[in-house]
């Protein structure tokens, strides 16, 4: 009896099973119910599904210095930006730009583009204006670290392009021994006096000692584990953090509207 009732249960369990599977391959999910279960995107680049939350990575993977939106009219925009990378202090105010280019020439205040006659705005939006905003004119503001997606649009076409913010546990105006108590010692220090009222290069970033009217001592700190950054100190306090690429950028395009 034993047998046969555990026998009797195992067949029942199984036909249970079986209409289960059978009701749940037969049953059409809704449109609603399909997006509100499936967590995949489409990668804009590949076509491709992904998981949702991946889109940084997948954008990162594919980013490209410099990126060209082509229009529907053929022509070419060029976008220009330092790097995917961008360090920052809670205390600095410098700005980083999005630098736009049509025909090799400047786009007046990063804002409208004329083709054929007709006057386009350019737009500018971030995934997350939590962590990080960008503005008409294509100026981007980090808040705190983390990983942004920006959409620049010309006529409906866009481009995404990642960048990560990260921002470092120190402030402009803070002495040397702090900066190396948390960060740590440079991996490398350049230290160089320079006269008034003459400027100079350091590391060939160029100082003016006029603007202070005294003597100046510049020293640049360099770590590994910050590539392309160089912490600027002045007198024994930070007074920048330059990103290197970005300034690179800004330095080319300040060039460029004076051609």
């Known amino acids: 009896m034993v047998k046969r009732f555990k026998i009797r249960e195992i067949i029942v369990a199984f036909i249970v099973v079986f209409c289960s599977i059978q009701f749940c391959l037969s049953k059409e999910c809704s449109k609603e119910e399909i997006e509100n279960n499936i967590e995949w995107v489409v990668c804009p680049y ?21 990126e060209v939106l082509i229009l529907p009219e053929g022509k070419e925009v060029t976008i220009h930006y330092g790097d995917n990378i961008l360090y920052f202090t809670k205390s600095q105010k410098d700005s980083f730009y999005f630098f736009l280019e049509y025909e090799e020439n400047t786009i007046e205040e990063n804002r ?15 995934n997350s204006p939590e962590i990080a905003t960008v503005d008409k004119n294509g100026r981007i503001h980090f808040k ?5 997606i920006f959409k620049i649009s010309i006529d409906g076409i866009s481009i995404l392009i990642p960048i990560q913010g990260i921002q470092l546990p120190i402030n402009i105006g803070e002495k040397a021994e702090t900066i190396i108590q948390k960060l740590g010692p440079p991996d490398e220090k350049i230290k160089q006096l320079l006269m008034w009222p003459d400027g100079d290069f350091v590391d060939n970033l160029f100082y003016d000692t006029t603007l202070s009217g005294k003597n100046l001592i510049i020293e640049h700190f360099t770590y590994k584990k910050y590539p392309e950054i160089v912490l600027t100190l002045k007198n024994g306090e930070l007074i920048n953090l330059k990103n290197i690429k970005w300034e690179n950028l800004n330095l080319y395009k300040r060039r460029s509207s004076t051609q």
Do not use: H
């Open 46 to 66: 590949t076509g491709e599904p992904i998981n949702r939350g991946d889109e940084f990575s997948i954008l990162l993977k594919k980013a490209k210095k410099p």
């Open 112 to 126: 409208y583009i004329e083709i054929l006659g007709t006057k386009k705005e350019i737009k500018y939006s971030s």
């Open 144 to 148: 705190q670290s983390g990983k942004v």
